[in-house]
């Protein structure tokens, strides 16, 4: 198992950048893929973006192009650098941990055991 804990998130302006963390302990952090999954009220946990243990990067299409994961093993840290903010990236983001995901299945939440407690993002217009 292992511990997420996500920081970073406040309220933005629409335009504006943000870099969300999640720190991780209790197991060894390369051993892991991570993801990062938002909510809102009301509507399921949907998908924003993963890393696999090798590095390889994975984005939802809402995100592409304005969004980059990446990971620093040695800090066991993920990051998630988030450009160009809109409104509808309001939610609350949270960082998931798996060891065993399989690529098909890389965007399920279903497929993360461990989770962090999340963070809130809110974009004004």
């Known amino acids: 198992q292992v511990h997420l804990v996500e920081s970073g998130g406040g309220l933005q302006q629409t335009g504006d950048s943000l870099r969300l963390s999640c720190v991780a302990s209790g197991s060894t952090f390369r051993n892991y893929a991570i993801a990062w999954f938002r909510q809102t009220p009301g509507k399921e946990r949907e998908f924003v973006a993963a890393i696999r243990q090798n590095g390889y990067t994975y984005y939802a299409d809402s995100v592409k192009g304005r969004f980059t994961i990446s990971r620093d093993n040695i800090k066991s840290m993920v990051y998630l650098q988030m450009d160009s903010l809109q409104p509808e990236d309001t939610a609350v983001y949270y960082c998931?941990?798996?060891?065993?995901?399989?690529?098909?299945?890389?965007?399920?939440?279903?497929?993360?055991?461990?989770w962090g407690q999340g963070t809130q993002v809110t974009v004004s217009s």
């Open positions: 998931a941990a798996s060891s065993t995901v399989i690529l098909s299945s890389l965007r399920s939440q279903a497929s993360y055991g461990n």
